[in-house]
Nanobody
């Protein structure tokens, strides 16, 4: 049974940092296309970062240079290191997994991911 469990969300002031974790079970995370998405009330879910099975990463323009997606194969866990947080980063953050080839992974959208976590809330105050 595939499961994704996010943790690490919380409340921080602008300029602060958080590290989100996504513990995977039921599959080998390193073999999958993995991603972080976020959603704010009234808006569509938006991609934040993607990492493919080879470790190649892609970021949304809004977070590039501030966020880093990486994975630890020994722990079967995906991470999102978020630095320089801004109030507009406030959202529910979700990790997602999809069995996608590298070329599909790098341009994947939310509909391409089969498995999702329950989300973790990040709130950034000004």
């Amino acid at each position: 049974q595939v499961q994704l469990m996010e943790s690490g969300g919380g409340s921080v002031q602008a300029g602060g940092s958080l590290r989100l974790s996504c513990a995977a079970s039921g599959f080998t995370l390193s073999s999958y296309c993995m991603s972080w998405f976020r959603r704010t009330p009234g808006k569509e879910r938006a991609g934040v970062a993607i990492i493919d099975r080879y470790g190649v990463t892609t970021y949304a323009i809004s977070v590039k240079g501030r966020f880093t997606i990486f994975k630890d194969s020994t722990k079967n866990t995906l991470y999102l290191q978020m630095n320089g947080l801004k109030p507009e980063d406030t959202a529910m953050y979700y990790c997602a997994a999809g069995n996608l080839l590298w070329n599909a992974c790098r341009r994947a959208s939310s509909g391409d991911f089969a498995y999702w976590g329950q989300g973790t809330q990040v709130t950034v105050s000004s």
